[in-house]
């Protein structure tokens, strides 16, 4: 067997931070010490500067800042990562990507480009509460992460208002909660809870509690999933935040003793996040029978090529992190550098499957936009790769409707961009697409719920984006 393919055993460990200056003195205990991570985690650009000072340039440094101005999203970034990017060429460094924004590296937004790209509030019985699948709901527990993602889906409430949205708040609230949690007791179906934000990193150990507790006791919940990118970004908490994980383990085992499944659902995005403190992590939790399994958002310049891809599986499959679903990027705005066409995801896919055992291999899969849940990326009825438009159907959540995936600009023709410029070419091409894939003209569920006829007036969603109103969830249901 070619050595490279035992590749993804090679972790980086050691006192790896020390060839950072300003991490040269902190010693192994410090840095495994998840309140020192979090007390040092860079959340303004002043610090972000002196810290990178004498690292990088001062052009990128003034490039960060320009970036940081434009962002949706706040800025915090853990030290481990910090350590673990090449600031001898941070432009291509996928983790920096993620993370830091550069004005340079920015592009203009698709015009269809949306806050809530998934309709979440549209489907929120109760604020915080995603009620879309039958048998599923997503509870977001709150609004902050111990760092914040450049791509985030949730833009419209995650982290502090920016220069560019204000947010729609969803802070720890009893209140809020209590009528969370009524909600899923009021619906017998309801069997399947995802208890996110946010991220449940930043749950103190007796709320991990007091919302394992409260669901495992509900009758009818039979699986709870706590979604945290932690363990990509900060796996110390795992290792020196003893009572947090104390208080995870134990919903896990009060839920196995009841006959029912708890886990914890990740999000590592590229190779290089895995170390070997995340390796002890993760073998910290396996042994107390923590089921572990990865979501990864597709990057451009992150994660876009199969080779990038497999080494992150193989590697994740080796720390006992099952890779369960690779989404195509959201339509959220202010990314657009990020995305790729659907293209990139079907060659991918293709390619990874095979390399390694089936449960370990992800799915693929489109959220649909404007609300119809995951679609597998080879299930779309209609592709036009000139236009970049995609055409999905969901027949068990939105029966009836369809849903629209938009390439990313800088994957078309000059021509082709061109035409989205203009409100009635865009009409041109959707009705053409949806024409080919024989779709009659649908109703949104937002119109059904409001009685409107087809084709009825639409209401601006609930973000406010300030400088851009036109933003409308539910401009292409
Ligand atoms: S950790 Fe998750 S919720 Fe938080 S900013 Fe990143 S993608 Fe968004």
Redesign the pocket.
Known sequence: MPIDELDHRTLIGGEFWKKLQPYAHVDESLFLDHSWQARNSIANIEKLQAVLSGLVSSEFLDDAKRGVQRSS?SLRISPYLISLIDWDNPYADPLRRQFIPVASSLLRDHPKLTMDPLSELVDSPVLGLTHRYADKALFLALDS?????R?????YS??NNTKTVDKIQLHVNPERWNQAFSYIESRPELEDIVV????VYQLKPAQITAIGDRLLDMKYVRRIRF???GPA?MPQKVLTDLPWRDALTRIVEKGRKLRKEVALHT?FNHPNEITAITEEAMGQLMERGVTIRNQS?LLRGVNDSSATMISLMKRLSYINVRPYYIYLHDLVKGVEDLRTPLDTALRITKELRGVTAGFNTPTFVVDAPGGGGKRDVHTFEFYDHDTGISVFTSPAVTAGAHHLYFDPLHSLSPEVRQRWENPKEQDVMINDALSKARISPPRSRAEKQRGLPPGGPMTPGDVLVRGDHSTDPELWR
């Open positions: 999203m992460c111990p760092v914040y993602c791509f985030c889906t949730r833009s995650v982290g996110s934000g946010g991220d979604a945290t990118k970004v999000h958002v």
